[in-house]
T-cell receptor, first 115, second 113 residues
């Protein structure tokens, strides 16, 4: 039972354009959401996060949007750069009261930025 | 440099031969966790530790053991490895559990023949 789903295994975007990566979740107890970026032969690195009390968080070229009613979040990268080519994982955790030690990951989306 | 260090990075071994993957962090983090990454499944949590001598099962603990005798170290033990444990393993840590990002090691690729 996949509680966090990234339905697009891959995405290809032109350099300079916007990249939009999507993530859906089923557990309404999830309270905190993160995006990680992973290059080959390296571990995932934290990119950006959002708490359930917000609907948007921005950090430079990266913006995460959260739609709690739809149980959907998205990561926008603009403008996209060749160095953004990587696998992106969406992750979610319940509140501390509910058991925040469990971080649940999506399957990942491979983003390729074409020059 | 703040980091999570895993060893070995690569290992090919045979069914039934006990092995240990070490994980060490130098950030004085209380929380540590092990994940495995498999194609189409993302990362799944194996075990986690809230602090020294406090460990608990994640979503896929079968066939694995862990220990947390010191704050910085969190080894993953496969007592009798089987081919279905062939995977890419990641150790991660954070100051506490909860709403904060985890720092990951670079991974250990295990092949069990």
């Amino acid at each position: 039972d996949q509680q966090v789903k990234q339905n697009s295994p891959s995405l290809s975007v032109q350099e300079g354009r916007i990249s939009i990566l999507n993530c859906d979740y089923t557990n309404s107890m999830f309270d905190y959401f993160l995006w990680y970026k992973k290059y080959p032969a390296e571990g995932p690195t934290f990119l950006i996060s959002i708490s359930s009390i917000k609907d948007k968080n921005e950090d430079g070229r990266f913006t995460v949007f959260l739609n709690k009613s739809a149980k959907h979040l998205s990561l926008h990268i603009v403008p996209s750069q060749p160095g953004d080519s990587a696998v992106y994982f969406c992750a979610a955790s319940p509140s501390i009261i509910q058991g925040a030690q469990k971080l649940v990951f999506g399957q990942g989306t491979r983003l390729t930025i074409n020059p | 440099e703040a980091q999570v260090t895993q060893n070995p990075r690569y290992l090919i071994t045979v069914t039934g031969k006990k092995l240990t993957v070490t994980c060490s962090q130098n950030m004085n983090h209380e929380y540590m966790s092990w994940y495995r990454q498999d194609p189409g499944l993302g990362l799944r949590q194996i075990y986690y530790s809230m602090n020294v001598e406090v460990t608990d099962k994640g979503d896929v603990p079968e066939g694995y053991k862990v220990s947390r005798k010191e704050k910085r170290n969190f080894p993953l033990i496969l007592e009798s490895p089987s081919p279905n444990q062939t995977s890419l393993y990641f150790c991660a840590s954070s100051f506490h559990a909860g709403n904060q990002p985890q720092h990951f090691g670079d991974g250990t690729r295990l092949s069990i023949l």
